[in-house]
């Protein structure tokens, strides 16, 4: 058996954690760990580890977290661990030439689809929000582009109807850590002939904002659906009711709508039908709200709260989603 790798990773968040943890669980030595800085979060705004970091500290391992990586001070850090290999995933920092060229055998990347479609930040919810049949993880050779270099293996999981952004999200991460392993394993063994992305059907994925959770009810019933899928748990989605703010959760419904019904006009609000709100095209029924500062519900014990009549008509804005 070829001789352990000696590995620097770099990652972040849930996704690049479970990637970790396989590395850690296999043969391969993980020398260091760099991760984004800690943030505040949560109500409190406490500064608090990135799930990699945090896992870093608990294993002893070496840990760096720049605000930049792009200093001659990052690479002499890097390369005074001596590695073969570099392993990122869901990093968050670009690496440049001189940082990619640090470990002996370079850096590969573990990326959430199956290149070139989604390039960029968000690839896990841009296949559920543009109804993909498939998604899956890419072992990616990494150069200077955003997500350009060529691949090393690939692997396709279906998308299930009823996918969040979180559920796909756990399924890719796991799908992803085991081929990422694979590739580790078959570099200690020698060169792994690479596959050049084609430039045909290259797709991106961009950093997601907060007010992409904004429902435009001007949209399809199905493109709302996607997007209330899509974007669970962040940014969430969300519009407006009686003047209050209203998350709208997964487990909506496309159902008929009614002709001549402007958009955002509620058909009908009870316990077995759900809120049921027209769209550009059919209508969407509601199964599990949240109002602003109050704990989600179903929409049965929502309704016996706060009873929406026939007519009410809830908020929107345009939106630049599909």
């Given amino acids: ?13 849930e996704l690049a954690r479970t ?6 669980a296999s043969r391969h030595e993980v020398v260091a760990v760099v991760s984004q800085p800690d943030r505040p979060r949560g109500r409190g705004q406490a500064m608090q580890k990135p799930p990699v970091a945090e896992l870093a500290v608990a294993r002893g391992i070496p840990l760096l977290q720049p605000d930049k990586v792009g200093t001659r001070a990052f690479r002499e850090w890097v390369r005074g661990f001596a590695p073969d290999l570099g392993v990122v995933a869901a990093f968050g920092h670009l690496l440049g030439e001189r940082a ?9 990347n573990v990326h959430a689809s199956l290149l070139p479609r989604w390039r960029g930040a968000s690839p896990i919810t841009m296949a ?11 072992i990616m050779q990494m150069d200077v582009g955003m997500d350009t270099g060529p691949w090393l293996a690939q692997r396709a999981i279906a998308v299930d109807a009823k996918d969040t952004g979180e ?8 799908l992803g850590a085991g081929l990422m392993v694979e590739v580790v394993d078959r570099l200690a063994e020698g060169p792994v002939e690479p596959v050049v992305q084609p430039e045909v059907g290259v797709t991106a994925a961009p950093l997601l904002r907060k007010e992409d959770a904004e429902i435009d009810w001007s949209r399809s019933a199905v493109a ?17 009711l009686e003047g209050k703010v209203l998350r709208v959760l997964p487990q909506a419904e496309v159902v008929p709508g009614r002709d001549g019904i402007a958009p955002g006009v509620v058909l ?46 809830v908020g929107s804005r345009p939106s630049s989603l599909p």
């Fill in 167 to 174: 559920t796909l999200h756990d399924k890719i991460a796991a």
């Fill in 128 to 138: 559920v929000l543009h109804g993909d049949a498939e998604a899956g993880v890419s």
């Fill in 1 to 13: 058996m070829s001789k352990p790798l000696r590995i620097v990773f770099m990652g972040t968040p």
């Fill in 224 to 240: 709302i659906e996607r997007q209330i899928r899509a974007y669970h748990p962040w940014p969430g989605t969300r519009t407006s």
């Fill in 19 to 24: 990637s970790l943890e396989a590395l850690l």
């Fill in 268 to 313: 009908a609000a009870s316990r077995h039908e759900g809120l049921v709100v027209q769209t550009g095209q059919g209508a969407l029924a509601l199964r599990t709200l949240q109002l602003e500062g109050r704990k989600a519900l179903p929409v049965e014990a929502f309704l016996a709260g706060m009873p929406v009549a026939p007519g009410t008509v």
């Fill in 100 to 108: 990619l060229a640090v470990p002996r055998l370079g850096c590969i």
